[in-house]
């Protein structure tokens, strides 16, 4: 089981960043998907989730209107597309797999995680 989130960096105020995710077939497999994220000292806390039809999706109200999650079942990947970044956006961002195949917003749904991509906005 592997999921393997990429595309972090560090961008401007205002910018845009697409982080990715690719999971192993077994993981994605009527998965609902999220994303979450830690900043330094910070607990982790929901980001984005998406249905394993991707029908239902569910965002965080910080983020709602600057960051889109989707996903590709023929490829085993989910996308968080981010836009309008902000200083405080600033955090290791993780993809995690559900045990179900509903959109999710509490961690304990999730049962496997990816290992974490940085993202650095500067103001």
């Known amino acids: 089981v592997q999921l393997q989130a990429s595309g972090g960096g560090l961008v401007q105020a205002g910018g845009s960043l697409r982080l990715s995710c690719v999971a192993s077939?077994?993981?994605?497999?009527?998965?609902?998907m999220g994303w979450f994220r830690q900043a330094p000292g910070e607990e982790r806390e929901f980001v984005a989730a998406?249905?394993?039809?991707?029908?239902?999706?569910d965002y965080a109200d910080s983020v709602k209107g600057r960051f889109t999650i989707t996903r590709d079942n023929q490829k085993n990947l989910v996308y968080l597309q981010m836009n309008n970044l902000k200083p405080e956006d600033t955090a290791v961002y993780y993809c995690?797999?559900?045990?179900?195949?509903?959109?999710?917003?509490?961690?304990?749904?999730?049962?496997?995680w990816g290992q974490g991509t940085q993202v650095t906005v500067s103001s």
């Open positions: 995690a797999a559900a045990r179900g195949a509903m959109s999710a917003t509490r961690g304990n749904a999730y049962h496997y």
């Open positions: 077939r077994r993981t994605f497999s009527n998965n609902g």
């Open positions: 998406i249905s394993w039809s991707g029908g239902v999706t």
